[in-house]
């Protein structure tokens, strides 16, 4: 795994470089500027698979960096860690909106960034055995026919404002549970049939619809501050980070004016009429990664409620929900 770490602090790239060479992570590039680095990448042959970056650096700090590599098309969904001393939730907001997939706070533990890299290391190593199933070109062709895998996939929508990947909204939840949690209240928004609804359509189609309520979703929330994500299939979760209070039915109605006059359509012009169902929010009190688990679950749990019956109460996941978030 190629890594390139960048902090103006030479001796904490020196303690980066002998922990990293002793968890079996040699192939590591250091820049001591955030020019320096994107020099680095742009002189590179072979692609960066991960970046370790301090925010407070002189001219351009780690999070506009972050920001610009995210605008380069090679690194959209590469890894990218924050090792900084900087803890203040503002921090962590900003650089997990600037695209940071995780955040880890000065002085490190080895250990903790020893099992982050492993974790990283075992996604790519997932996704390259998914290319070599299935060839890009199969993949990106339009007329492929989606697949059960394909509905289930989590998709990450970056470029859409508030939206992260599904995996740096969890980091960005456990991070900010050791900081603060005040205000912060998480709901689900599920767009009913929407798997059976493209059944028959491409993969192209598919995730083109799934942008376009993720576009929707984030219109309907703004000005509001808050993270959203793809949770599979026609379900997204959103976190609200300073509210008190929120009214899941109001919430709704503007959704639903948005995609109404989105006017979405399938590629055969058929009108798509599917209307998305925000469930209740949830309080944030977080002191765990499981913790937190629950209460995605919870969230979904929610929004497929009220969507099959708006006056009953459920307490058990749904099969769908079991499947999304690998408890089937």
């Known amino acids: 795994m190629k890594i390139l770490a960048v902090d103006d602090d030479v001796i904490i790239l020196e303690l980066l470089t002998e922990v990293l060479r002793a968890a079996g992570f040699p192939n590591l590039v250091v820049c001591t500027s955030a020019a320096a680095a994107l020099e680095e ?85 997932e996704h390259v055995r998914l290319d070599e199933r299935n ?66 359509s491409s993969v192209f189609e598919f995730e083109a619809a799934v942008s376009d309520f993720a576009e929707a979703i984030s219109e309907s929330l703004k000005p509001t501050s808050f993270f959203a994500s793809h949770a599979g299939e026609g379900a997204f979760i959103c976190v609200l980070t300073n509210a008190q209070t929120f009214n899941p039915k109001m919430l709704e109605e ?40 629950k209460v995605l679950v919870r969230a979904l749990q929610s929004a497929e409620e009220r969507a099959r019956d708006p006056g009953a109460q459920h307490h058990t996941p749904s099969g769908k929900i079991m499947r999304l978030f690998g408890l089937g």
């Open 41 to 125: 990448v742009e002189r590179t042959d072979t692609p960066f698979d991960c970046f370790l970056l301090d925010i407070q650096m002189p001219e351009m700090d780690g999070i506009e960096l972050t920001a610009r590599l995210r605008r380069m098309h090679e690194y959209r969904n590469t890894a990218i860690l924050m090792i900084t001393a900087m803890s203040d939730r503002t921090y962590i907001d900003r650089a997990f909106a600037a695209g940071a997939s995780d955040y880890i706070t000065k002085p490190f533990d080895v250990l903790e960034i020893h099992s982050r890299l492993r974790l990283i290391q075992s996604l790519l190593a």
């Open 135 to 200: 060839p890009t070109a199969q993949q990106n062709a339009p007329a492929s026919l989606v697949t059960s895998a394909d509905l289930e996939k989590r998709l990450a929508l970056q470029d859409i404002d508030g939206f992260i990947d599904y995996l740096a909204l969890e980091n960005y939840l456990m991070q900010v549970s050791r900081v603060s949690l005040f205000g912060m209240i998480a709901f689900g928004i599920v767009v009913p049939d929407m798997a059976r609804s493209f059944r028959a």
């Open 254 to 293: 503007q959704l639903c004016k948005t995609v109404r006059d989105m006017d979405l359509h399938f590629c055969d012009g058929r009108p798509i009429s599917l209307t998305p169902v925000a469930g209740e929010g949830i309080s944030l009190h977080l002191k765990s990664s499981r913790a937190i688990s």
